[in-house]
């Protein structure tokens, strides 16, 4: 009886440890699917976020390039509008100052006699600013007699500040030669040109920074330090003699003997 309940006991144990280990062998095993399944999720996360961030601060700094583009373009811009600007403003001002009193007594003649031979001209009215029409009126009728008695009349335009205008007395063609008018189109000219001289200053401002980098990047290949070769050993070390001992010198006085 001893022996069976031995032999039972001794069942009992091994099947409970087989199955003991069966089980644990099976919970390690979904143990380690289950880590590598949260760990490539994981995985799959990080590199979500990771794609999410690049892409994220790729648009950003194209955000920041497009914006820092078009704030210069703004800039360079008003800076233009800017200059030319002041250039008309020279301009009005400097074609105003030269339409004076004794320029409209040579130029007027000149202008009305080279449209007089024209044959649409039948009949043709100066006008001239208000101010100056007391001032320039006797000079004028003297010099035009022959187109005043041919219908040509000289008269005051109040609109105008200075300058002069030519045309027909039915008003179908006229040429303005107003400060105004001849201002415009100096600006109309000057503007591109403007425009032109800034593009070539704006070139030659990217050809010196590129020029500066160049040489910045000369410079700083040349003050590299330069490689340090191990120095020479010396013909005893070569050798491995120790150098010879100094022998200490001899003194001048001899020694005296004791009395």
């Not at 390039?65 to 002041?86: H, M, P, V, Y």
């Not at 000289?154 to 006229?174: M, V």
Request: glycine letters at 4%; aromatic letters at 4%; a positive charge.
């Amino acid at each position: 009886m001893d022996v069976q309940l031995q032999e039972l006991i001794d069942k009992i144990k091994k099947d409970g440890v087989a199955s003991a280990e069966a089980q644990a062998k099976k919970i390690i095993a979904e143990a380690e699917k289950k880590a590598i399944s949260i760990i490539n999720d994981a995985e799959e996360k990080a590199d979500s976020i990771i794609k999410s961030a690049k892409a994220e601060t790729a648009r950003m700094e194209k955000a920041s390039e497009d914006a820092i583009t078009q704030a210069g373009r703004n800039l360079i811009i008003t800076f233009r509008d800017g200059i030319n600007k002041e250039l008309s403003a020279i301009i009005n001002e400097q074609t105003d100052k030269a339409y004076d009193k004794d320029l409209l007594k040579k130029l007027i003649p000149e202008t009305v006699k080279a449209w007089a031979d024209k044959k649409e001209a039948e009949s043709l009215s100066v006008l001239l600013p208000s101010k100056d029409l007391k001032a320039l009126e006797t000079s004028l009728k003297s010099a035009l007699k022959a187109q005043i008695k041919k219908g040509l009349e000289i008269k005051g335009d109040a609109s105008l500040s200075s300058g002069f205008r030519i045309g027909t007395k039915n008003g179908e063609a006229f040429y303005d030669f107003s400060a105004e008018e001849v201002a415009g189109l100096f600006s109309a000219y000057l503007n591109p040109k403007t425009t032109e001289l800034m593009k070539k200053a704006a070139a030659s401002l990217n050809a010196d920074n590129t020029a500066e980098e160049s040489g910045a990047a000369v410079k700083e290949e040349k003050i590299l330090p330069a490689e340090k070769k191990p120095a020479k050993k010396s013909a005893s070390a070569a050798s491995g003699k120790k150098p010879a001992a100094k022998k200490p010198a001899e003194k001048n006085s001899a020694k005296k003997g004791k009395k």
